[in-house]
């Protein structure tokens, strides 16, 4: 499977001039990590995409291609356990690995080139996005799809399978983590997969594929990402933040308690009829508007005297 399978979904008004990604790889502490590119030298601006739990490079590609339209040069990393990324021990990988390997990964991309990064977190990668900024202070903005902190019952409940499960996880995955840390489980036996699109057929596509909704993950991921202290919002002003809400599984008022605690420049805009998966209309244009917004917002700051 690869983008094409998940570009059958856009609509057709969007896949005829869709730019294909392009492999290139990255080495980080031990691991050959696969970067999607759509490199464009002239553009002013950059978008490194962030895919979540259940995704990678390949299945946002579409989503992200459309967001950030013509004329932007776009990565998007896969990040541990998922994608084209080689992980040589993979009931070892921990979210503090995410977190890092992002970091890590902005810094290297501002030092090779820099024109302003534009971080576009979908589902998870919009806490990871928001952390990469707030750690690193190289990020001229934040675009996510939700911002769900787990330290909020809510939102823990919200993002497991069952309600129940989500409320006690902390706790229970702290105790059991230096016992069975290292099994790995089908990321769909934790989360829904079935609610992550409005149409069945692609959230089957994404429940199923080898490199993102079917693989395995070791239960030490899942409890480093229940019991991750975020930055907290409060003190937060590395770079504006745009919440592009869709109005399907997570609940989206649950991101918004969240944006509205942080204290820089933030953003709110509801993407109407879409799911999870961000491909249905009219959001899907909302969406790219927004996008467009926000590169054409940081190609003039970045061009300011």
């Known amino acids: 499977m690869d983008f094409r399978d998940y570009s059958a979904f856009v609509p057709a008004a969007y896949t005829a001039d869709m730019t294909a990604p392009s492999s290139t790889w990255w080495q980080w502490r031990g691991r050959r990590v696969h970067i999607a590119r759509a490199a464009v030298p002239e553009a002013a601006v950059r978008v490194m995409v962030i895919h979540g739990g259940g995704g990678y490079s390949g299945a946002l590609w579409p989503a992200a291609a459309v ?6 040069d776009v990565l998007a990393p896969d990040l541990p356990l998922y ?3 080689e992980e040589p021990h993979p009931s070892t990988v921990r979210y503090d690995d995410w977190v890092e390997l992002l970091c ?26 928001y952390e990469v900024a707030a750690r ?17 019952p809510a939102a823990r409940a919200a993002a497991t399978r069952f309600a129940w499960m989500g409320r006690p996880a902390p706790a229970l995955l702290r105790a059991i983590d230096p016992v069975v840390g290292r099994l790995r489980l089908p990321i769909r036996w934790l989360a829904d997969m079935t609610q992550m699109s409005t149409d069945p057929r692609l959230s089957r596509l994404c429940a199923s594929d080898p490199r993102g909704g079917g693989v395995s993950v070791p239960l030490g991921f899942v409890a480093g990402w229940m019991n991750y202290s975020h930055t907290a919002p409060e003190s937060f002003a590395a770079a504006p933040v745009t919440l592009v809400a869709p109005d399907t599984w997570t609940p989206p008022e649950l991101s918004i308690r969240f944006l509205q605690r942080i204290s820089g420049p933030t953003k709110l805009v509801m993407l109407e009829n879409c799911g999870h998966y961000p491909i249905e ?5 909302q969406l790219r508007t927004t996008m467009r917004e926000t590169v054409r917002t940081v190609a003039v700051q970045a061009h300011r005297p």
């Open 83 to 85: 994608g084209d990324t």
């Open 281 to 285: 209309e009219p959001g899907l244009t």
């Open 104 to 129: 890590d990964l902005a810094r290297a991309e501002r030092a090779a080139d820099p024109r302003p990064l534009i971080l576009f977190g979908a589902s998870m990668g919009g806490m990871l996005a």
């Open 136 to 152: 690193t202070e190289l990020v001229a903005a934040v675009v996510a799809t939700c911002l769900l902190d787990m330290s909020d």
């Open 67 to 72: 967001a950030a339209g013509e004329g932007v």
